[in-house]
């Protein structure tokens, strides 16, 4: 579930154990109200981290689990290009109609 702080003091205790031992003691004080960029660049680093081994052991050991997960991939990757061609697609037919009305208007007057 995504929600919004309020205060930095409202992190889990996990998410305060892997913070440098001052930006712990300043959100503790109340004296720090934004993380500093240093912290925040590194965080997708330490949300990498969390991902618990067993999960990256059975996606290693289990090759229907990665077959699975390259076939949700390629399907997504798939989507994605036909939603862009046919957008794309749509608006030739689009403009096109629009400069043959434009041209017939001009070509009768």
Known sequence: MLYFLKNLSDLSEDILERLPSDIRGDIKNGTLKLLPKDVVDSLPDQISDSIPNSL??????DPVLTL??????????IGFLYGVFKSGLKTTLFFGAVAACAWGYFAVI
């Open 56 to 61: 990256i052991e059975a996606a290693n050991t």
């Open 68 to 77: 699975i997960l390259v076939i949700c991939g390629v399907i997504g990757v």
